[in-house]
């Protein structure tokens, strides 16, 4: 029996090849596309492991530091402390901001967008939580001032000198897969300084409200000596931090630490699930609908074009499939012999565009997380839309006259 696929696809190769690669490209980008919401996915994991924390206090009536801005005073962390169950807890900010290389002369190299990097600057407390877990290289900070951890997707190196708000750090060590939910890198500085980056207000801000200070008369009162510089002083400093992480004794409850932090410390507390509801379930659910959608387009534009290629290619051998019919060949053979074509381009585009999201997804500048179990829900879907798409040339093949073989 003639096979009527393999005839066209050996006979028309070339259009054929040309055809699965650029379906492959479109399955690469599906691909891609999955990958890009299970990298989102795995940044936010990332981010709770990463805090060590079995417990997030915020402030009250907010969903955390990674959701929206939480604001509490750092003496909070000595009453969290004193709650049973707990095992350590530890302040830390979050800043996310411009991070930028300084020159030698402590000079930021403005400007350029190669030393310019997008990046979470976290402030933590050497040997609690929130200290990055692991370095790849380099040594741990071991000073209160001026020395920074980076994430390696930030391009910084061991020695870089670099600018955060009005001071300059030292790159002592490197870590890696330390990153924001939203896919930042990570950079770590102490504690005290994270507070002055992130809270306390420049020189020019401060000398101004110095002199709205000492212009209020019922701050600046002549038989109460001393009021104006204690108050300008309580000005310069600033005792905010936006969580306190908190690792809870091994068999307690996470919430059973949580619940007393809520009605006794008049602060909100969130447990590692709860957390990651919020990063997942909320943070990132409009791109995951939004990729949800990308996904529909793209399936339905590769449906239309393996459609449109089987039906011409049936359409281009018309006569052949008459021949067919006249010696006595079933419709079933026939309509077979049209879906394996449609599945063997289908097949070769699947390839193609595996290989193609492979070696592109490192080169996006967000984590991509390619996993088998998409790559094989997506040749049930490629092999699902091939078959569909093959159903418009099946019937123009059965509706095919013998007599066409004989006639002009």
Same mark, same amino acid.
């Given at each position: 029996?003639?096979?009527?696929?393999?005839?066209?696809?050996?006979?028309?190769?070339?259009?054929?090849?040309?055809?699965?690669?650029?379906?492959?490209?479109?399955?690469?980008?599906?691909?891609?596309?999955?990958? /890009?919401?299970?990298?989102?996915?795995?940044?936010?994991?990332?981010?709770?492991?990463?805090?060590?924390?079995?417990?997030? /206090?915020?402030?009250?009536?907010?969903?955390?530091?990674?959701?929206?801005?939480?604001?509490?005073?750092?003496?909070?962390?000595?009453?969290?402390?004193?709650?049973?169950?707990?095992?350590?807890?530890?302040? /830390?900010?979050?800043?996310?901001?411009?991070?930028?290389?300084?020159?030698?002369?402590?000079?930021?190299?403005?400007?350029?967008?190669?030393?310019?990097?997008?990046?979470?600057?976290?402030?933590?407390?050497?040997?609690?939580?929130?200290?990055?877990?692991?370095?790849?290289?380099?040594?741990?900070?071991?000073?209160?001032?001026?020395?920074?951890?980076?994430?390696?997707?930030?391009?910084?190196?061991?020695?870089?000198?670099?600018?955060?708000?009005?001071?300059?750090?030292?790159?002592?060590?490197?870590?890696?897969?330390?990153?924001?939910?939203?896919?930042?890198?990570?950079?770590?500085?102490?504690?005290?300084?994270?507070?002055?980056?992130?809270?306390?207000?420049?020189?020019?801000?401060?000398?101004?409200?110095?002199?709205?200070?000492?212009?209020?008369?019922?701050?600046?009162?002549?038989?109460?000596?001393?009021?104006?510089?204690?108050?300008?002083?309580?000005?310069?400093?600033?005792?905010?931090?936006?969580?306190?992480?908190?690792?809870?004794?091994?068999?307690?409850?996470?919430?059973?630490?949580?619940?007393?932090?809520?009605?006794?410390?008049?602060?909100?507390?969130?447990?590692?699930?709860?957390?990651?509801?919020?990063?997942?379930?909320?943070?990132?659910?409009?791109?995951?609908?939004?990729?949800?959608?990308?996904?529909?387009?793209?399936?339905?534009?590769?449906?239309?074009?393996?459609?449109?290629?089987?039906?011409?290619?049936?359409?281009?051998?018309?006569?052949?499939?008459?021949?067919?019919?006249?010696?006595?060949?079933?419709?079933?053979?026939?309509?077979?012999?049209?879906?394996?074509?449609?599945?063997?381009?289908?097949?070769?585009?699947?390839?193609?565009?595996?290989?193609?999201?492979?070696?592109?997804?490192?080169?996006?500048?967000?984590?991509?997380?390619?996993?088998?179990?998409?790559?094989?829900?997506?040749?049930?879907?490629?092999?699902?839309?091939?078959?569909?798409?093959?159903?418009?040339?099946?019937?123009?093949?059965?509706?095919?006259?013998?007599?066409?073989?004989?006639?002009?």
């Amino acid at each position: 029996m003639i096979s009527l696929a393999g005839r066209d696809i050996l006979h028309s190769w070339g259009k054929f090849v040309l055809t699965g690669i650029g379906l492959g490209l479109l399955v690469g980008v599906t691909l891609t596309m999955a990958g /890009v919401y299970r990298g989102m996915v795995d940044d936010a994991r990332a981010l709770l492991n990463n805090s060590g924390a079995d417990l997030w /206090v915020v402030q009250q009536d907010t969903q955390g530091p990674y959701a929206e801005s939480s604001s509490l005073r750092d003496d909070a962390v000595r009453g969290v402390l004193g709650i049973a169950g707990v095992a350590r807890a530890a302040n /830390v900010t979050y800043l996310t901001m411009q991070v930028r290389r300084s020159t030698s002369a402590g000079e930021t190299l403005a400007g350029s967008s190669d030393k310019d990097v997008r990046a979470m600057v976290v402030g933590f407390e050497p040997g609690q939580p929130g200290e990055p877990g692991y370095l790849v290289s380099g040594r741990r900070i071991t000073r209160s001032h001026y020395e920074a951890v980076a994430d390696v997707r930030t391009g910084f190196t061991l020695g870089d000198r670099i600018h955060i708000r009005r001071h300059d750090y030292t790159v002592v060590g490197l870590t890696r897969r330390m990153v924001s939910s939203g896919g930042d890198p990570m950079v770590f500085i102490p504690l005290k300084d994270a507070q002055e980056a992130q809270f306390l207000k420049d020189n020019d801000a401060i000398v101004n409200e110095r002199a709205r200070t000492a212009a209020n008369p019922s701050l600046n009162r002549p038989g109460v000596p001393g009021l104006l510089e204690a108050i300008q002083a309580s000005q310069a400093n600033n005792r905010n931090v936006n969580a306190i992480l908190v690792q809870v004794q091994p068999g307690i409850d996470a919430e059973s630490v949580a619940e007393p932090v809520r009605r006794w410390k008049h602060l909100e507390a969130y447990t590692r699930d709860q957390m990651e509801e919020i990063l997942v379930a909320k943070l990132i659910a409009t791109s995951a609908r939004q990729i949800g959608m990308f996904l529909v387009i793209l399936a339905i534009v590769s449906a239309a074009i393996v459609a449109f290629i089987i039906y011409t290619m049936t359409l281009g051998k018309i006569r052949e499939i008459a021949v067919l019919k006249l010696i006595g060949t079933r419709n079933r053979t026939i309509a077979g012999m049209i879906l394996q074509q449609a599945l063997g381009l289908g097949l070769i585009g699947f390839i193609v565009g595996k290989v193609a999201a492979t070696f592109w997804a490192p080169i996006f500048p967000k984590y991509v997380l390619l996993e088998s179990g998409d790559a094989v829900r997506g040749l049930v879907a490629v092999v699902v839309i091939c078959a569909l798409a093959s159903t418009l040339a099946i019937r123009v093949a059965l509706k095919v006259d013998p007599a066409a073989a004989i006639g002009g």
